[in-house]
Each structure stands twice: as C-alpha cells, then as structure tokens.
C-alpha cells in the first residue's frame, strides 16, 4: 500500500511569515489543492508542572471526539515543575499511532527549548508562538509564523493564574487554525475538569480569547486542518494503566502491596481509586486491602504471603522495582507461591530515563532471579489487553503456583489509548489445585505438597489454618512431601518438575495476533506497545515491495504458534524496543536449529516511543545484510 | 498378659495432648539457647489453649528461622527469605487475619538485613509476636559479628566488635511498639508467661530473647579449650570442628534482682529482672532502664512496655469482617452490571 507522506505534499506550500497587520482570515475558511486534512503531527513545547498537560488532553479529547483518528505521547521529564516537557500529537486517518517522522506544528511556550525545537522544524512547518516570551522570536523565513501574546491574553483573565492559562490560549488558537469543532472543544473542557463549574468556564474563556485572536489578528496561510469522521464503532480514550487496573479487580485482587514508582504508580492509583466503587460493601468495608510498603522488597514479600495465604496479591513496579524484588521472585517460583507482578517498564539500566518507554525487562522478567528460573509473563499491547490480563495473571498464577508478571510499558501504560470496551471475564476465576474440603483431602493416598499426582508437574497444595497436610514452605531445597532435601535425586526431579510445568503452560497462555501475507516472505515478531507503530513499519516496508507478516507476542513462554510462524516464513526479524535484542535471545535459544539461522534481531531504543520510519529502515538495512 | 494402666495424658483446656505441639528433631548444636525457646513455645501455646493449625510459623534466614521445623508440626509455616519475614507476614495477613502469626528471628534477621521491615510492621503495629533469638553472632556462616554484638565481644578469629549494639527493645519502644519485652532462653518460666501474654496481644508484641550461640560467641577462654583441642587432636578437619558445651543452664531471677550467669565459654552474663514496681505504660521509664542497664553492662529482662489501646493493622485496613480469604468469589469479583455500566460512562 502506498503511504502518502506529508512532508512531500508540503513542497510548494511554503509560506513566508505572516506579519501581524496581515489581512484578516476571510469568512469562510479556503481549502486550496495541497490541504492536508487530518494527517500531520503538532509538537507542544512547554515546562512541567504548568498545567499544560490539562491543556493538551483537551486538545486531543476535542479532536477524538472529532472522530479523527489521533494519538497523544507526553514526554515529560522525571521532576515536578520546571524541566521541559513535550506533547506529541498525531492525527492519521491511517490510524498510525507512532510519533510521526517529523513535526508540522510546533507550539512554542518554553523558552529552555525554544531554540533547539525551533531549528528541528523542516522548512515549510507552522510555529505558533508565545510572542510574550521574554528575548525570543522566531526568525525563520521558511516557516509559516504565528506569533500569539498569550501571556497578555492569559492575564486578561486572572493574572494570578496567567502561566496556567497560557496553555489553554494555545488550544484555542490551534482549535481556530485547524478548525476544531467548538462542541466537542467544550466537552473535552467538561470531561478534563470533571465538571467542576468554575474551572470548566475558566477554560473555555480562554479558549475563547485564543480563538478570537486567531480570527481577528492571523491570517491562516498553512494547508494543515481537521474534519471531522463518522465514528463507526464507538470508543473512548483509556489509559493502559487505568485499564489494567480495572482488570485486577474483576480479577477479584485481595492484595494490591506497592511502592510509588513512574511509570507504574497510576496503576497502583487505578486500583485504589475504585475500590470505593467496585469493592466496597454497604457498610463501606473493603474486600481487598492495600498497603503501601517500605520499600519493592517488602511490597514483593506482601504478595507472597497473600499467595501462601490463599489470596490474590499483586504489587505494580517498574524495572528498578523488579530488580529488587528478585530474590522473593526466585522463592514464589521455588516454593510454588501464586503472586502477581506488573511491570510498567521504563528505560534502563539503574535509573536510567524515568519518564522514557523501553522493552528491556524482557529477560529479566523471564529468568527472574538467581538459579534455574523461567516465568510466565504476559504482554498486553492494547488497552483491552491491560484489561483482560489484568484478571488472567490471577488466573494463570494460581493455576500454575508461579509467579505471574504482567509487562507493560510507559507509552502503552500512561499514554491514552482508543478503546471499544472492556470485556467481562468469560469463565469463573480459576483458583487452581487447591485442597479446601476434608473429604477431597482425605481421597488422597498419599499427600505431598510437591507431588506431581497429575503428570502436569502442577502439585496440590493446603491452605495454612486448614489443618490439613501442614508443611514448613522453604526457599531450600526439598522433597515432594516438602520436607528439607539435599538429595541430589529429590533436587534434580524438583527441578525437572519446575521446568515441565512451566512449558505446560505454553499453550494456555495468550496466542500471538498474526497477520500474515500469502507469500510468507518477511514475518516480524514483536511484542507490546509497538502494536502501535507496527502497521505504519509494515506500509513502509511493503511500500518497497516487500510482502510483511506480523506475529505480536502476548506472552512468554512462546506459544507454539510462535514457532509455527517462523518455521512458514522466509525470514523473520524480532523487532522490540531496546539495545540487545531480548526476546531475540530468548526465541533464539528456544527454537529448534533448523530455524535459528533465519532468525534476525532489530533492537532500537532512544528512549522515544517507537517511531516508524526508524525501525523500517532498520528492518531493511537488515534485510538487505541478510540477502548479501 | 497383664493389662498396663493407661498413662493419663494430660490436655490441655481444648482437649489437646502436647504432643500436638511438638515439631521434628532440631538440627542445632547440642545445647542451643534455641532449642530452649523452642521449647517454650510449645508449651506456652499448649497452656493457651490455641488451636494449633490457626498458628502460621513464620520465619526468615538463619539459626532462628530454621526453628519453625522443630515446634508445632501441626501449623503451616514459611520459612521466607532473610529479613523479610514481617512482609510475608502481612501479606498473608491481609488474607487471613484469623490466624495467629507466629514469627522467629535472629539477630542478622532483625538488627540488620531486615531492620527496615521490622520497623515498618511494627510501625503498622500488625497483629503478630515477633521473637528474636538474640546471640549476637551469625552462626551459620560460622561466627561473625551481628549488630546487636556488644562492644568488647570477641570471637575466635579477628579483632573484637568496636562497634556500636543496636538495643532492638529501645528501638521498639522508640517506634511505639506496643508489646516489647526481653528475656533469657535459659529463663523459660518467664519466657513462658511472657510469651503466653504477647499471644494474646492485639498488636505486634517483640519479644527480645538473650539466646547464647554455644558455639561462636566465644571469647578468648574458650578459645583457649578450642585451641587446646586443636593442638592435640591433629587428626580432626578443624575447619568442620564444632565444639559441643552443656545446654544454657536455667534460671529464673525474681523481680528487682540480677544474676550473674556463666556461660559455657566461661564468660558471665548480668541479667536484672525489672522490678514490678516498673509501669510498663511508661516508655521513658523502660527506656530509662534499659539505658541505665547498658552502661552498668546488665541486661533488663521482663515486660518492659505495653500498649494495649492502639488500633492494630486490621483496623487500619478498612476490611470486611470475615478473612479475606474466606470471602466468595463472587463477591470478589464485581459483576457484570457494574462492568457494563463503566463502559457505559466511558464512552458516554
């Protein structure tokens, strides 16, 4: 499919700067040839802890309540006000989702990045500009120029609160230039402000004063604007953090134990935030708890004695967090303990970019902890699916007596995403081999703890208080009955045991989405949050003739489609979003050798959210080294 | 044949023999001050009367946290990971506040690796009796310093501990513990009564327990028989050599009185029990005595502090009634109308 690109139509479209005297935009608004409707990216630039966040969401709730296919990415620095922040806003009838290559509207409103954003833009990009901005201008001529006093317009208003309507001004002068719709401008207002009246009509006051600005004092000369589109399936916008969330409780959460950590905290926040709601009886008691720990090991710890307990506890981290949660992984995968872990990744390694996405976890999450370990890690690369292994990794965990990780990331977890609707759990939750009953417990001829009675390598296990079959649970080495073993024998058949159940698990774990061409020639693995930039690297790639597979991981281990995939195709890259090629390493080692050599890793990160055109040419470049 | 008279076994009030207590073999040296306590808290759940499945174990990494195996076979237990045994046991306690947890440590558990998980169950004041086998040495990896070593404490190899003991039952009472006391593994009448007492607290109750490691808390003497032992006995593997000494001796020193007690390296220990004219409501008290005890080069023994009247963390929590382990399904998981009515709000 040919894939048209806005920076070739904008030749011929340059325009000069247009000087403030300029004639007023004519009544009714001109589509000359070369309009670009809904098709390029706006790049705000503004300080931290200034509200612009508030002011950014309105602008793409206004244009998804449009109908107009977009997608918002905060770069935000890791500090509370101050540091420059970044809102990247798509709008692609395409439905691309990525960051675009480049940007054709740059707001300016902070001057610590003034200079360097400006001189990034290509020649022919809009600038709208706080022209209060003490010593700076914009003196590019192969820009289109808007320059807006939007402190003074701030200031009209309340000049106690001027920095934080600033924001706002440019809003509403992007609303006019673009042509957003009013309505939906005003709902958006309503929804960010929850309907808080006084801060409600603030806003579109100056939203307003933006708008009119607009009209009476630029004259439009840029092709970009926005139509509106028939929304076939109703959506709305959800972060993955708040869906994962969600997804714990209808997965019936006992225990949420955690430690504030970006990018992860929402989701901890999430649960909170609804168990008035959700969880909460008549008489205003809960039926889960949340403890706030000391720290990640302790919060670790707290699942797991939630697990041996019986219940269902969970804890919500990031990387940093999960490296100090490894000694408790390897006990709950030893000593057979249900535990929930959701790791919100950013980038790495120690503290790395806070506030930046990455994959990088993969192994990590995988082969958690020291010794022979291999856990089951579930991916979601959409809303829905933060949602819905929200639940399952309940499932999954007690069903396997694992530990059970959910691997998300900054983008997908606190970027907002289109979302159709949740679905309810379609089947009871599964509490897995757990002995309640005295008469079940007595059908046994033998109990042990660790006794494999079903072939499947998943032992039975007894709930401390029952009474029934007591054992001493121990990170030490032991026997099927759970007594201490240093038996070599009773070690090497645990270990055995371990490792079959694990595998077991392989196929009833999430199977990876295809889409496959006929021609089987490319097949590209790949996992989580670049479901969002994947099909725009698939057009790149196929605009050059090449006929592209998809095959996204939902979880590891690899589900034997996985394998089946690579095994159909020509070549296949694993695609993820770090330097080393994780789960490159990973599937490499776990196909069969006949497969390996066609096999071929392309790992990119600079702490962005996956930007297309840079992993297709990657791709290629690969491609083309493999062909020689 | 003649008929044996069957031997009245004695039960205890909910019709349990002792043996219902008992766990397996122990596997520390001969004459541990552990095994002492061990033995105490058989007897002391046994006098309460406590059903013994509805006790959890719990412990952390060491001397102590191997003990668990050696008491109540009847519970279930979880030997956790070192230092953080106060975290597991407030996760299952989220769960299931119904059962009574039952935690051991040592010293390197508690004054050290998993200082800052004490502090913070403590801080929640979780409903669970804490008991530190305090011998001030690591024994497992054969006899280094711990941090409640008292400065001048020597071991065989090395120069003596220069630095500073933590007091765990000064910290406790600093942090607004609301049971601390100290005792002596070889006291087991008070150990036993105040271990009975803090399993009836509602809140998380310390117990310090002076638990002389008969093997690696040695002082010079000692090494002097060690050495002696090395030099004429060419033929043993030194380096596997354990020196076995006579079980801590019991004793029991009345109120307001202090003993000293010989330790089987020869070295003496002072004890004062506090006297009962000691207000246990009275932190600064308690801390004034324990203080005072420091710089006289004694150890304070007895219920040093009590709170009973702070909230324990199952109030904090906001729970439901009934454990939430014992809470349906059903109920844990929303239904489907109220799924539906998100969606609904979301989209709307």
């Given at each position: 499919m040919q894939r048209e690109w806005g920076g070739n139509m904008l030749k011929g479209c340059m325009r000069t700067p247009t000087p403030?005297?300029?004639?007023?935009?004519?009544?009714k608004r001109m589509f000359r040839m070369?309009?670009?409707?809904?098709?390029f990216t706006i790049n705000i630039a503004t300080a931290n802890g200034t509200g612009s966040q508030s002011a950014n969401l309105i602008l793409l709730q206004s244009l998804f309540d449009m109908g107009v296919p977009v997608s918002g990415k905060n770069l935000f620095p890791?500090?509370?006000?101050?540091l420059p922040t970044w809102y990247i806003v798509r709008l692609s009838d395409k439905g691309?989702?990525?960051?675009?290559?480049?940007?054709h509207i740059q707001v300016l409103v902070?001057?610590?990045t003034w200079d360097d954003d400006l001189a990034a833009l290509e020649p022919g990009s809009v600038v709208v500009w706080n022209?209060?901005?003490?010593g700076k201008t914009v003196e590019r001529d192969d820009v289109v120029s808007y320059p807006v006093p939007m402190s003074s317009l701030a200031r009209k208003i309340n000049p106690k609160i001027a920095k934080l309507v600033t924001n706002i001004v440019y809003v509403g002068v992007l609303a006019e230039l673009l042509g957003i719709d009013q309505t939906c401008l005003e709902s958006a207002v309503a929804k960010q402000f929850k309907g808080k009246a006084s801060a409600v009509e603030l806003n579109i006051t100056a939203l307003g004063l933006g708008r009119d600005y607009c009209k009476e004092e630029?004259?439009?000369?840029?092709?970009y604007a926005v139509e509106a589109r028939e929304v076939t399936k109703p959506q709305f916008f959800i972060e993955g953090n708040e869906a994962a969330a969600l997804g714990a409780h209808y997965g019936g959460v006992q225990l949420l134990a955690w430690y504030p950590i970006t990018p992860s905290s929402s989701l901890a926040e999430g649960i909170i935030n609804y168990i008035p709601r959700l969880?909460?009886?008549?008489?205003?008691?809960?039926?889960m708890a949340v403890i706030q720990a000391e720290d990640e090991l302790a919060a670790a710890g707290m699942v797991l004695g939630a697990g041996w307990a019986g219940g269902r506890g969970m804890t919500a981290t990031s990387g940093p967090g999960i490296s100090l949660m490894q000694e408790f992984i390897g006990l709950a995968y030893f000593a057979e303990v249900p535990s929930v872990f959701w790791d919100v990744t950013r980038v790495?390694?120690?503290?790395?970019?806070?506030t930046r996405t990455q994959q990088s976890d993969i192994a990590m999450l995988y082969?958690?902890?020291?010794g022979d370990t291999q856990h089951i890690v579930l991916i979601p690369g959409t809303v829905e699916e933060c949602f819905e292994y929200g639940w399952r990794a309940f499932d999954y965990s007690e069903r396997f007596q694992t530990p059970v990780f959910g691997m998300s990331d900054l983008d997908l977890g606190m970027n907002r995403w289109a979302c159709e609707g949740f679905t309810y759990p379609?089947?009871?939750?599964?509490?897995?081999?757990?002995?309640?009953?005295q008469d079940v417990f007595e059908a046994f001829e033998t109990f042990g703890r660790y006794l494999d009675v079903d072939g499947d390598g998943i032992p039975y296990r007894t709930l401390p208080g029952?009474?029934?079959?007591p054992i001493l649970y121990r990170g030490t080495g032991h026997n099927p009955m759970g007594v201490y073993s240093e038996k070599p024998e009773d070690y090497y058949n645990l270990m055995q045991r371990l490792r079959m159940k694990i595998d077991g698990a392989r196929d009833a774990l999430p199977a990876p989405v295809l889409r496959e061409e006929?021609?089987?020639e490319v097949g590209i693995v790949f996992l989580g949050s670049m479901e969002n930039s994947i099909q725009e690297i698939d057009d790149i790639l196929e605009e050059t003739g090449l006929k592209v597979s998809q095959c996204r991981v939902?979880?590891?281990?690899?589900?034997?489609d996985v394998e089946a995939f690579v095994r159909r195709h020509e070549t296949v890259i694993v695609l993820e979003?770090?330097?080393?090629?994780q789960l490159y390493g990973i599937l490499r080692r776990e196909l069969p050798n006949d497969l390996v050599t066609k096999v071929h890793s392309v790992a990119y990160s600079d702490?962005?959210?996956?930007r297309a055109r840079i992993y297709a040419e990657r791709i290629l470049a690969t491609l083309e080294e493999v062909n020689q | 044949m003649s008929e044996k008279p069957a031997r009245a076994i004695k039960l205890n009030v909910i019709n349990e023999p002792k043996d219902s207590y008992t766990g397996g073999p122990s596997?520390?040296?001969?004459?541990?001050g552990h095994d002492q306590i061990s033995t105490v808290i058989i007897n002391a759940a046994w006098e309460n009367g406590i059903?013994?499945?509805?006790i959890a174990k719990m412990s952390g990494i060491g001397c102590s946290s191997?003990?668990?195996?050696?008491?109540?076979?009847?519970s279930h237990g979880f030997n956790t990971v070192h230092g953080r045994m106060p975290s597991v046991t407030t996760g299952a306690y989220a769960v299931n506040k119904d059962l009574l947890y039952l935690g051991v440590s040592g010293d390197g558990d508690s004054?050290?690796?998993?200082i800052g998980q004490l502090i913070h169950a403590i801080r929640r004041n979780m409903d669970m009796v804490y008991i530190i086998e305090n011998n001030g040495v690591y024994g497992l990896t054969k006899g280094q310093y711990s941090a409640?070593?008292?400065?001048?404490s020597k071991k065989k190899?090395?120069?003596?501990n220069e630095t500073q003991p933590i007091d765990l039952c000064a910290l406790a009472i600093n942090l607004g513990c609301t049971f601390v006391a100290r005792s002596f593994s070889g006291s087991k009448k008070q150990l036993t009564s105040l271990l009975k007492a803090a399993m009836s607290h509602k809140g998380f109750a310390l117990i310090d327990v002076i638990s002389p490691c008969v093997?690696?808390?040695?002082?010079d003497e000692s090494m002097r028989s060690y050495s002696y032992v090395k030099e004429n006995e060419v033929t043993l593997h030194m380096a596997d050599y354990i020196p076995h000494f006579n079980p801590v001796e019991e004793i029991e020193v009345p109120e307001g009185h202090f003993k000293d007690i010989t330790l089987h390296d020869g070295s003496t220990i002072r004890l004062e029990t506090i006297s009962?004219?000691?207000?246990?409501?009275d932190a600064m008290a308690a801390l004034t005595a324990l203080h005072g005890a420091e710089s006289d080069g004694k150890h304070v023994t007895r219920l040093l502090y009590l709170d009973a009247s702070k909230p324990s963390l199952a109030e904090d929590?906001?729970?439901?009634?009934?454990?939430?382990?014992?809470?349906?399904d059903e109920v844990l998981r929303p239904n489907q109308a109220s799924l539906d009515a998100l969606n609904a709000e979301f989209l709307a």
């Open positions: 403030k005297d300029a004639p007023t935009v004519p009544e070369g309009t670009i409707i809904n098709d890791s500090n509370i006000s101050g691309y989702q990525a960051p675009g290559d480049r940007t902070n001057p610590a022209s209060d901005t003490k630029l004259t439009k000369n840029d092709p969880r909460t009886d008549d008489d205003g008691k809960a039926t790495g390694p120690s503290t790395g970019l806070p082969e958690g902890s020291h379609d089947e009871p939750m599964d509490r897995g081999k757990v002995v309640r009953e029952s009474g029934m079959a006929a021609e089987c939902r979880a590891l281990p690899f589900h034997s979003i770090n330097r080393d090629g702490g962005m959210p996956p | 596997s520390l040296c001969p004459g541990c059903e013994p499945h509805r191997k003990t668990p195996a050696y008491y109540l076979g009847q004054a050290s690796i998993g409640t070593a008292d400065v001048g190899k090395g120069p003596a093997t690696f808390n040695n002082n009962e004219e000691h207000d246990p409501g929590l906001g729970l439901v009634d009934e454990a939430l382990l014992d809470v349906p």
